[in-house]
Each structure stands twice: as structure tokens, then as C-alpha cells.
């Protein structure tokens, strides 16, 4: 099971966004992207619901709990 860091990688890179554009987005810092996507620590709830709107997937897709396939 893919955790929260290795999806945010992986559907930044699906969207071909950098850590910079993902935290102009949503109001944070590309060091924070780059933390949360080392699994160093995650965002707060008001920031994953900024990012499940961003990249138009549920929470529970982000963190894992769910894949591509199981939306369908």
C-alpha cells in the first residue's frame, strides 16, 4: 500500500507539476511539499482537502486507502 508521501509524488509528477508550483497553489512552501513527500510529516486537513481539489482525487485516494481502480 502506497502511504500519503508516494502519492503526492507520484500525482505531482502525473500532472507534471514541480514542489514550487504545488505550494504556490495551495499557499505553503516548497519545503513543506518536499517534507511531506519524504514522509518527514504531513499536512494538516484544510491542506489535504487544498490538495485533493488541486489534483481532483478524494483523501482517501492521497493517502492511500484507495486506488485508480477501486474508483470505478
Do not use: H
Not at 487544498?50 to 492521497?62: G, M, P, W
Not at 484507495?66 to 474508483?71: A, G, K, Q, S, V
Amino acid at each position: 500500500m502506497k502511504n500519503f508521501a508516494d502519492r503526492l509524488r507520484e500525482i505531482r509528477e502525473e500532472y507534471k507539476m514541480t514542489q514550487l508550483d504545488v505550494a504556490k497553489a495551495i499557499g505553503t512552501t516548497k519545503q513543506t511539499v518536499s517534507r511531506w513527500e519524504t514522509n518527514f510529516c504531513e499536512p494538516d486537513l484544510e491542506t489535504v482537502l487544498k490538495l485533493a481539489q488541486l489534483f481532483k482525487v478524494s483523501i482517501d485516494y492521497l493517502f492511500g486507502l484507495i486506488n485508480y481502480e477501486d474508483l470505478s
